[in-house]
């Protein structure tokens, strides 16, 4: 590969869609739920790799989207227990190990139980710094997008910003990672190429990598190939391919 379009910089924020559970599970004649435990397992390698990984600064992770809903009960309550047990076993080791969690998404539609836990571990974890540990549930781009203009207007309509003030910038600082920097490198696992409604506005220019390994199945030396497809791309940014590699020549 030449070497003006080796991306060298390894990607700070690295924002995943997890999906191929069901699959891994209805693979081997288990019930789905069995695919959704296994999952658990994999995040916790996953979350590990990038937590020992000085560059990488965030990890987004999309556990349950706003149309999850729309699967049979059972499935739902399934994962819904799923998700408190996590939290429950996994807050003390994640701040033991430096990590800060954070959740993005309308948790208002979660129980009280489960809503208490996640700001329990929000609370815990604030000030940790080796990762910041982002998991989307009940999020979806377009709900994102939404209680990001339904603040905005609010704050027109309170007359604390004109309407003529809005911009990118403005739009940005309403959305859920407004603190955080950007997706570098986008992955889907499961074989499906589509987005499913995650992070709309923030993976304008995330380089985008899709693998056949069902999430279960996904692990640090399949984390490393995505990385290392990611440092063998160009990045433009709407620029030339010559500018770039003008500007990356010391
Ligand atoms: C992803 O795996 C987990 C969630 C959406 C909660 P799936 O459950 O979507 O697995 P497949 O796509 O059916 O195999
Ligand atoms: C996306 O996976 C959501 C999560 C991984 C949480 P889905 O399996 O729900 O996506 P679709 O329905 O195949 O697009
Ligand atoms: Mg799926």
Known sequence: MPAERVNLAAPRHIAIIMDGNGRWAQQRFLPRAVGHHAGVKAVRKIVEFCAADPTCEVLSLFAFSSENWNRPAAEVSILMT???????????????????????????????KLQQKMTEGEQKTKDNTALTLVIAANYGGRWDMTQACQTISARVAAGELSSHDINEAVINEHLCLADLPEPDLFIRTGGEQRVSNFM???????????????????????????????????????????????LATP
């Open 82 to 112: 799923l998700f408190l047990t996590t939290l429950q076993s996994e807050i003390d080791k994640l701040h033991k190990n430096n990590i800060r969690l954070r959740f993005i998404g309308d948790r208002t539609a979660f129980d009280a």
């Open 200 to 246: 709309l506005w923030q993976l304008a220019y995330t380089e985008f990598y899709f693998t056949p390994i069902l999430w279960p199945d996904f692990n640090q030396a399949a984390l490393q190939e995505a990385i290392t497809s990611f440092k063998s791309r160009q990045r433009r940014f709407g620029h030339t391919g010559d500018q770039i590699a003008a």
